[in-house]
């Protein structure tokens, strides 16, 4: 086991119903810690910049527009194998499909508005959280 970071997102459409504390109650019972935590609003070329890997996607004009129409809460959370234990904890990317009890399954809208982002390898974990330190310094 290794203690670990990973970046999470609470997305435009949890922040809009206001989800902060319950997303982040999901994650602390989960025992993951919440060791940096800002709320902003990205510009379209942050988000556009934030999700390049996916900008061949069809989804991509989709995502990057719904990522910058609201303020959303960037947050590093850290625990015992945390990027692996946060994706558990969020859920399918399609909320139909998300297992009970997962953070997606509990308030996501549908496969776009699906209230969080995390990171899915330790290596992009560490790429995310350096992006926001630029950009915000989410982290002291
Ligand atoms: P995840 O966030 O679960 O890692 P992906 O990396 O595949 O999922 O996609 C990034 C984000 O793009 C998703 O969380 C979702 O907001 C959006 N997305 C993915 N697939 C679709 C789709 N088919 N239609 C609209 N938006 C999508
Ligand atoms: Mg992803």
Avoid: W
Wanted: a negative charge; aromatic letters at 6%; charged letters at 25%.
């Amino acid at each position: 086991m290794a203690l670990e970071r990973t970046l999470s997102i609470i997305k435009p459409d949890a922040t809009k119903r206001n989800l902060t504390g319950a997303v982040n109650a999901v994650l602390e019972q989960a025992g993951l810690r919440i060791v940096g935590q800002k709320r902003i609003h990205l510009t379209l070329e942050q988000a556009q910049k934030f999700y390049e890997i996916h900008k061949d996607r069809p989804f991509y004009a989709e995502l990057t527009e719904f990522m910058s129409s609201g303020p959303v809460v960037v947050q590093v959370l850290e625990g015992e194998n945390a990027v692996a234990k946060n994706r558990e904890i969020m859920g399918e990317t399609n909320p139909e499909k998300a297992a009970e009890g997962t953070i997606r399954k509990k308030f996501a809208l549908n496969i776009g508005e699906n209230s969080v982002h995390g990171s899915d390898a330790l290596e992009n974990a560490k790429k995310e959280i350096a992006f926001f330190f630029s950009e915000c310094e989410i982290v002291g």
